[in-house]
């Protein structure tokens, strides 16, 4: 029997599915641009997936006109609260943080946890662990930007019934960043990290520093980053499920599926970016837009888009 190819290396970002406003665009271009370019450079010199990844989230996580680190929407309190997760599939290991509110990276801090004998570790503790394992912090202030407290004064003003908390609003940057890569040796990695939804209870937790909904990893299978709504994406385990599809299907195909069964039996909004275990990549978003971009060893320059 003839060998199967090797894997091609490949490398998906996203960085959040909603109805991009049309001057919003070019900022969201410009992230995933940045971002795809850096984690393709650790990538194409036969890099680590999972450095892959969390190079292309952390200059997301940089960028103040995306929903991550500093520039994240604000809680009901005024408050910066990010999630981020990031699995290897390569053994199977994951690390979540949830609801830290001291540091610009935390994709770094998902992935100490990850190397760590837990796997998800929430607000004041996982401040703490963070501080005194290596990752540095910030004030929470410093992850506040004037924008942000604009955009929590007039949804606060919109009241209760079409304020904070009520429906995930298609106009309000209620996303995530995230990151899928199958490097040279064929090990996959997928990671994401989010402000969550502006205008949030503190305390909330999406979906995003939780492996098998926000995302997942499995070289056998491949991996998946999601971003949207993030209370359907938990019920249903959504990065989880395009796994299992991707043993039968592409992933342009798996990606569909789940994403036509999160708006069908979840009432869910969202997208996710896909890499099979072949180096195949795909994506699907029931959103008006979702900001993308790819490369792989057989493109001459990335693609950009997702109706950005
Ligand atoms: N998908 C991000 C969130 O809902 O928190």
Redesign the pocket.
Known sequence: MDKPPPPRAALIVHAGAWAIPDDEREAHRAGCTAAIEAGWEVLKTGGRALDAIVTAIRIMEDDFSLNAGRGSVLNLDGRVEL?AGIMDGSDLSAGGVAAVTRYKHPIDGAERVRTSRHVLLVGSGADRYLETHGIHPCEPEDLITEREVERLKELLAKGPQKGPGTDFGMDLP???VGAVAIDQTGNIAAGAS?G??AGKMPGRM???AIPGS?YFADNLAGGVS?????EP?LRMGLARRVADLLRDNNATDAAWIAIQELESRFKGK?GVIVIGRDGSIGFSYNTPAMALAYMDEEMEMPFIGGGI
């Open positions: 999630d209620g996303d995530t989010t969550g939804v999406g979906d995003t926000g999601c971003t949207g709504w993030g994406i969202g």
